[in-house]
């Protein structure tokens, strides 16, 4: 992932999406070795439904600049 850290680098970049999914998602994570890393990576297992369920308790716990619908969230598929 890309711009884990864009806000506290380059404010003037205030989106965030990133940044909030890289460090809600409960999995094994690595960054580059940067005082402030700002690409990071996951290891997501073979269980969909846990990631899945991960994703929309991000999007439900977090603000967002955009509104999510419900109508959104149950459209969300996994495919791996």
Known sequence: ???INLTKIN??????????????????KFVIDEKI?????VVVKNDRY???NQL??????NPWKTKVTDNVINKLDIVM
């Open 11 to 28: 404010p003037q970049f205030p989106g965030d999406g990133v940044q909030t999914l890289f460090y809600n998602l409960d999995c094994e």
């Open 1 to 3: 992932m890309h711009d």
């Open 56 to 61: 929309v308790r991000i999007i439900k716990e």
């Open 50 to 52: 846990y990631l899945e």
């Open 37 to 41: 890393p700002n690409i990071g990576a």
